[in-house]
């Protein structure tokens, strides 16, 4: 009868638990949405050699164009209430955090590649010439949307990054690629934290930046450029 009472007790505990992670609510959610490249797959064809092992490539900040009143926000966390609470980034603007995912791609995959370069509004006529290379590497974020609604048992994240990229030449101030990609994530955990809120912000930037770099067309005019 003891043990019974005893179990039960243990049960309403780890419920009390589970729904204060899930049903907790705050005044603003902030996340780190860092992109590891370390376990990227990254496609023999966009390894570099030979001129281009030499060559710079320039990846600048990225331009939002999302319609919203504050670029800083990135999702919302539905709670179990229906109150909508804010998520932004971290030491950081989603801008940056897209361009630095490239960077680190770009490194994985064997490239140099700068952090410091012209800034650039995705028009040919305001390009500038990179000082210590031709490649430029710009984009837009279109759609960034990092959500979770709390619910019990589980908690579901959705996560969904639309962006395009662009290539160009920065001598000769033209545009001569450019491909747009789609990722989305989901999850459903027990739990609810803004270390997993990021993680999944992560990933599905991740997810994006593979994406652009599995068109065989883009690598090879990237390798045109870095050829010259």
């Not at 998520?87 to 897209?98: C, D, F, I, K, Y």
């Not at 490649?135 to 589980?154: A, D, H, W, Y």
């Not at 993680?199 to 991740?206: P, S």
Request: charged fraction near 20%; glycine fraction near 8%.
């Amino acid at each position: 009868m003891k043990r019974s009472s005893f179990n039960f007790l243990i049960l309403t505990c780890m419920v009390t638990f589970l729904c204060f992670c899930g049903c907790a609510t705050t005044g603003i959610y902030s996340i780190e949405m860092n992109y590891d490249a370390h376990y990227a797959q990254v496609p023999s064809f966009m390894q570099p050699g030979g001129k281009e092992l030499q060559s710079i490539i320039h990846v600048v900040e990225f331009t939002d164009t999302r319609k919203i009143d504050d670029p800083l926000v990135i999702g919302r966390v539905i709670e179990s209430g229906g109150a909508k609470v804010l998520v932004l980034p971290r030491h950081t603007r989603p801008t940056l955090a897209v361009a630095e995912g490239v960077r680190q791609y770009l490194r994985k995959a064997g490239y140099n590649v700068s952090t410091v370069g012209p800034k650039w509004d995705l028009r040919e006529e305001t390009m500038q010439q990179a000082v210590t290379g031709r490649l430029l590497i710009g984009g837009v974020i279109e759609q960034m949307e990092i959500n979770c609604r709390k619910s019990f048992p589980t908690n579901t994240y959705t996560t969904t990054i639309k962006m395009t990229l662009y290539l160009a030449d920065s001598v000769s101030k033209r545009i001569v690629n450019q491909v747009t990609v789609q990722a989305t994530t989901s999850l459903d955990h027990v739990l609810f934290s803004e270390g997993r809120l990021g993680d999944q912000a992560a990933l599905a930037i991740g997810d994006a930046i593979e994406k652009v770099f599995e068109k065989e067309e883009l690598a090879k005019a990237m390798r045109e450029i870095l050829q010259r």
